[in-house]
């Protein structure tokens, strides 16, 4: 018997995989991770010590998704898009990535 649910990001069978720190701006937006049209899917987790804000690349503070700087926050997007940060001021703000792709 197999069962499905509609609308989960087909993750599992991934034959690739990528990941990376980025050192987050808090100036103007950051690439975290480029556009990637076999994505299946990202894992973007905040290591730093200020609050993280992500989006496309036009992400302010108050428009993105908001990451906070305690518990290493983090956040699973099913997109092939490019994904961006900006920072909270100050502080060494960090996104870990990690990217499940074909």
Avoid: C, W
């Amino acid at each position: 018997m197999s069962s499905s649910v509609t609308g989960l990001p087909k993750t599992s069978g991934a034959p690739s995989i990528a990941h990376n720190a980025v050192s987050i701006s808090s100036a103007t937006p950051t690439l975290v991770v480029a556009a990637r049209a076999t994505r299946r899917g990202v894992l973007i987790q905040n290591r730093g010590n200020r609050d993280l804000s992500i989006g496309d690349s036009a992400v302010t503070f108050t428009n993105g998704v908001f990451l906070e700087s305690s518990n290493n926050s983090s956040v699973f997007l099913d997109t092939s898009a490019a994904i961006y940060a900006i920072a909270a001021s100050g502080g060494a703000p960090v996104a870990i990535f990690l990217e499940l792709f074909d």
